[in-house]
């Protein structure tokens, strides 16, 4: 699409948009060369007059300025703003990006495991697919679905058993299930928390549980009653599922013995104290939140022995 701007658009452009980079202002008379930050943008062609540029040609593929801005990548669960900082600084700022991303190649250019990039691809690429994706969903119950308002993948995510049996012919259980089969998508299941098996998974997504992201806010006290599930183990859920998602104010305001030596926790003694100290983890709350690749840099312990003590410390929640 070609475009003209005078002199007077020309600057407003640049105001509101940022991602202009004057790249070359020559000393020569009228000579200007304008160009993007980003690769979709090509370069400009100026025609000079003898007192201003008065127009410029952009061959742009900007969105109409009536259409929805993309969604940036916080958008997608389980991206937080340290995960966000390495996806842009590698190039990749909105949820379409991460959706046409190849895992291995950020993988190599990013702390991030490439398993976890798979994840996020596929949230990116699937979330907005038609409820019909999800396994047993055909055009009869998707037509009973849009009935309810459900017409996409995150919209069935984001449903409620009870909403879709009392609206259509599907069982309760029948919709818990088609949820966890979409929650598959939106977001890491909370059963990959250990100790959460089958059962658990099934009394949380009734309660509206079906990821790590909505465990990490849950109140283990509203949960309790609504789940029937044991609070205690709900706290060590909490904990682990907060720790996973980066809130550790929540894991240290959950944490028992907060303040106390390590050797409190099994199987800590003298010599590993020692080193965790190296690193500069004293207390127990410290180790609870701590990030165990950086922890074993720092001293003689392995990566898999400081996140079996943090996870440790993080199971043994307060009263």
Same mark, same amino acid.
């Given at each position: ?127 907005d697919e ?13 037509? /009973? *679905?849009?009935?309810?308002? &459900?017409?996409?993948?995150? !919209? @069935? %995510?984001? #449903?409620? +058993?009870? $909403?879709? =049996? ?7 259980d029948h ?27 099934? /009394? *949380?997504?009734?309660?509206? &549980?079906?990821?790590?992201? !909505? @465990? %990490?806010? #849950?109140? +283990?006290? $509203?949960? =309790? ?42 199987? &800590? ?24 690749e950086a ?25």
């Amino acid at each position: 699409m070609i475009r003209e701007l005078n002199a007077v658009e020309l600057l407003d452009d640049f105001l509101r948009n940022r991602d202009w980079t004057l790249v070359d202002v020559s000393k020569f008379q009228n000579t200007y060369r304008i160009s993007r930050d980003f690769p979709e943008y090509t370069h400009s062609s100026v025609r000079e007059t003898s007192d201003e540029v008065s127009s410029i040609e952009t061959t742009s593929q900007r969105p109409p300025s009536n259409s929805e801005p993309e969604e940036p990548i916080r958008a997608i669960e389980g991206i937080g703003s340290e995960y966000a900082d390495q996806l842009v600084t590698a190039g990749f700022r909105t949820v379409s990006d991460v959706a046409a991303a190849d895992p291995e190649n950020v993988a190599e250019t990013t702390t991030i495991r490439e398993a976890r990039l798979r994840t996020w691809i596929n949230r990116a690429t699937y979330r907005d697919e038609p409820v019909t994706w999800i396994d047993g969903v055909g055009p009869e119950y998707r037509t /009973q *679905l849009e009935g309810v308002d &459900i017409q996409t993948v995150g !919209d @069935l %995510a984001t #449903a409620t +058993p009870t $909403e879709i =049996s009392d609206e259509t012919t599907l069982s309760e259980d029948h919709a818990n299930e088609l949820i966890r089969k979409a929650n598959h998508w939106r977001g890491i299941p909370a059963a990959e928390i250990r100790g959460i098996h089958s059962k658990q998974a099934e /009394q *949380l997504s009734q309660a509206g &549980i079906n990821t790590i992201r !909505d @465990l %990490a806010v #849950a109140d +283990p006290d $509203e949960l =309790s009653t609504a789940g029937g599930l044991s609070k205690k183990n709900l706290k060590k859920w909490i904990m682990e599922a907060a720790f996973r998602e980066g809130k550790e104010n929540i894991v240290k305001s959950m944490v028992k013995n907060e303040n106390e030596d390590p050797r409190v926790l099994q199987g &800590i003694g003298d010599n590993y104290t020692a080193q965790l100290r190296k690193a500069g983890v004293e207390k127990v709350v410290e180790l609870a939140v701590a990030d165990p690749e950086a922890v074993a840099s720092k001293c003689d312990l392995s990566e898999s022995h400081v996140r079996d003590f943090s996870q440790q410390a993080r199971y043994q929640p307060r009263s």
